[in-house]
Every structure is written in structure tokens, then in C-alpha cells.
């Protein structure tokens, strides 16, 4: 009985240290380069400003050099509906438990940076207002004036 409950215990924090190993992996690199997090959410075949974030945004060079250079960390916390694009079941648990921790609401899209710590600086709720260069000038004026 103490062997059955030992490994129930173990997977159960197996799981849960899973579960976050992608924010405790860019908390940690973020940490070492002193960079921020970018945690998106998003419904990449349904979200129809989702798409339109991932397009002219996330998707744009000018966005990909915050990684590049050492700017910012980027995770995309995904909830595909249609059965074709469903992600592994470890990857949808370890996205449900970042959007119980950051998007209880379940805004779509909702973008939120962090810091290194996992504190929230800035949001945004919705599809931004700003192209990619004034979205990409905001977050650099951000972690200028963070003391990483």
C-alpha cells in the first residue's frame, strides 16, 4: 500500500512540475540573459484576433529579433479546437495551468509580460491596438526600464 501511494504521489508532482516547465524554463533563461516573458494566449484556428495578432505581430521579423537579441522570452499558451491541431495532452495540461494562473477569465488573445519572476508588467486583453513596430518599441522601452 505505501509503494501504491508513493508512486501516486510521485506522479502527481511529476505532473505538476511538468506542468509549468516551460515558464520555469523561460523564468530561468529570462533570469540568466536578463530578458523578460511574453506569455500569449491564444486560439490559433478559431480566434479570429488570435490569428490576427500571430500574423501581423508575433509573426512579423521585427517581433522574432526581441528573441534574437535577447529581449524577451516567448511562450504561446494555445487552444486549438479543430481535431487536426489539438496539441499533446502534456502540452494542453501545462496550457490550461498557465491560463489558471495568468488567464482565469479566458480572454482570447490576451498577451501578458513578464518579468524573470513571473510578475506581471503589462497586458493586453484583446487584439492590440499597435502594429508590430509600436508593440515591439513598447516592450523594449519596458525592459529598458526594468532593473533585470
Known amino acids: 500500500m505505501k509503494t501504491i501511494l508513493s508512486a501516486i504521489v510521485m506522479v502527481v508532482f511529476a505532473v505538476g512540475i511538468h506542468a509549468q516547465s516551460r515558464l520555469e524554463n523561460a523564468k530561468k ?4 540573459n ?8 491564444s486560439g490559433s484556428d478559431w480566434c479570429i484576433p488570435c490569428i490576427k495578432l500571430h500574423k501581423n ?3 512579423t521579423d521585427e517581433f522574432k529579433k526581441l528573441e534574437t537579441e535577447n529581449v524577451m ?4 499558451a494555445d487552444f486549438p479546437r479543430n481535431k487536426k491541431n489539438q496539441l499533446s495532452p502534456e502540452l494542453k495540461k501545462e496550457n490550461a495551468s498557465l491560463a489558471d494562473q495568468y488567464n482565469p477569465k479566458g480572454i ?5 509580460l513578464l518579468n524573470s519572476e513571473g510578475k506581471i508588467l503589462k497586458s493586453w486583453e ?6 508590430a513596430t509600436v508593440f515591439v518599441k513598447e516592450i523594449r522601452d519596458i525592459k529598458e526600464n526594468q532593473k533585470l
Open 34 to 41: 536578463k530578458e523578460l516573458i511574453l506569455l500569449n494566449f
Open 73 to 76: 522570452v516567448y511562450i504561446n
Open 29 to 32: 533563461q529570462a533570469s540568466e
Open 108 to 112: 482570447f488573445p490576451y498577451t501578458i
Open 57 to 59: 505581430i508575433i509573426g
Open 126 to 131: 484583446g487584439l492590440p491596438s499597435e502594429n
